[in-house]
């Protein structure tokens, strides 16, 4: 992972604000051939650029771009990253209040653990598990860990996802904004299209878990110690946390964007 990653821009906005600096003002065109960003891509990058303020635009036909300066794009990413921080500080905090009693108090009779990286064999064959047994509902939140790592990284669970789940389904599908900004156009198409699936975009719920059949939730763990991953999944059966789980699902659903 290069510094400009690591600061929060993603593979094509580095290369991108890579193909601008020392070049002068350049038409997008030019950005694409220059940086490798694809031409179907470059516009939507450009225009994040440039709403960060790290690009900065010069007439209208065509419109040029132009990079700031590295020292004032590191400084205004690093703002970016401290601001983060502190909303997920301040996120987590409101989730332990709603959750911290609840989730100590599942007793060990009643679910399981599961070890599960990210985008290892073993998170594969959970999400075959899990969403397999599924009769008739679920309700999927995604946030931390996902939020953190790269598309890539996590990809074969969301394969095992879209292979397992039957079209007769009921299933609903809360993304976290970072999550969607991460996934390719093609993923947003599908599941756009896809029978039997509602996905909308959030920004209230920064936790993950799944809700299956409202009899049985999974409940996601990052990793103490690696931003970005997954230490596992356990299984909760209780009734009472089930229903302050699916009661904080169903509200940021109401307060959540469609996908389109």
């Given at each position: 992972?290069?510094?400009?990653?690591?600061?929060?821009?993603?593979?094509?906005?580095?290369k991108?604000?890579?193909?601008?600096?020392?070049?002068?003002?350049?038409?997008?065109?030019?950005?694409?051939?220059?940086?490798?960003?694809?031409?179907?891509?470059?516009?939507?990058?450009?225009?994040?650029?440039?709403?960060?303020?790290?690009?900065?635009t010069?007439?209208?036909?065509?419109?040029?771009?132009?990079?700031?300066?590295?020292?004032?794009?590191?400084?205004?990413?690093?703002?970016?990253?401290?601001?983060?921080?502190?909303?997920?500080?301040?996120?987590?905090?409101?989730?332990?209040?709603?959750?911290?009693?609840?989730?100590?108090?599942?007793?060990?009779?009643?679910?399981?653990?599961?070890?599960?990286?990210?985008?290892?064999?073993?998170?594969?064959?959970?999400?075959?598990?899990?969403?397999?047994?599924?009769?008739?509902?679920?309700?999927s939140?995604?946030?931390?860990?996902?939020?953190?790592?790269?598309?890539?990284?996590?990809?074969?669970?969301?394969?095992?996802?879209?292979?397992?789940?039957?079209?007769?389904?009921?299933?609903?599908?809360?993304?976290?904004?970072?999550?969607?900004?991460?996934?390719?156009?093609?993923?947003?198409?599908?599941?756009?299209?896809?029978?039997?699936?509602?996905?909308?975009?959030?920004?209230?719920?920064?936790?993950t878990?799944?809700?299956?059949?409202?009899?049985?939730?999974?409940?996601?763990?990052?990793?103490?110690?690696?931003?970005?991953?997954r230490?596992?999944?356990?299984?909760?059966?209780?009734?009472?946390?089930?229903?302050?789980?699916?009661?904080?699902?169903?509200?940021?659903?109401?307060?959540?964007?469609?996908?389109?």
């Open positions: 992972m290069s510094r400009l990653t690591a600061l929060g821009l993603s593979a094509y906005e580095e991108a604000y890579r193909g601008l600096l020392g070049r002068g003002p350049l038409v997008a065109r030019d950005v694409s051939e220059t940086s490798g960003v694809p031409m179907g891509r470059v516009y939507d990058v450009l225009n994040g650029l440039v709403a960060r303020d790290l690009v900065t010069r007439g209208d036909d065509p419109t040029r771009y132009a990079a700031v300066d590295p020292e004032t794009a590191a400084d205004r990413l690093l703002a970016e990253r401290t601001r983060e921080l502190d909303e997920r500080a301040a996120r987590y905090e409101r989730l332990a209040t709603e959750l911290g009693n609840e989730l100590t108090a599942v007793p060990p009779s009643g679910g399981q653990f599961w070890l599960a990286p990210l985008g290892s064999d073993a998170a594969v064959s959970l999400a075959r598990s899990v969403f397999g047994d599924a009769n008739e509902t679920v309700r939140a995604m946030g931390e860990p996902y939020a953190g790592a790269p598309w890539e990284r996590y990809a074969p669970e969301i394969g095992a996802f879209d292979e397992t789940l039957p079209s007769d389904h009921d299933v609903r599908v809360l993304i976290d904004e970072r999550v969607l900004a991460d996934a390719p156009q093609e993923v947003r198409e599908r599941y756009r299209d896809r029978a039997g699936v509602d996905v909308r975009v959030t920004t209230e719920l920064t936790a878990f799944d809700l299956v059949d409202e009899t049985r939730a999974y409940v996601h763990i990052p990793h103490p110690l690696d931003d970005g991953e230490l596992g999944a356990v299984e909760v059966r209780d009734d009472d946390l089930l229903t302050r789980l699916s009661e904080l699902y169903e509200r940021a659903w109401e307060n959540a964007d469609s996908l389109d």
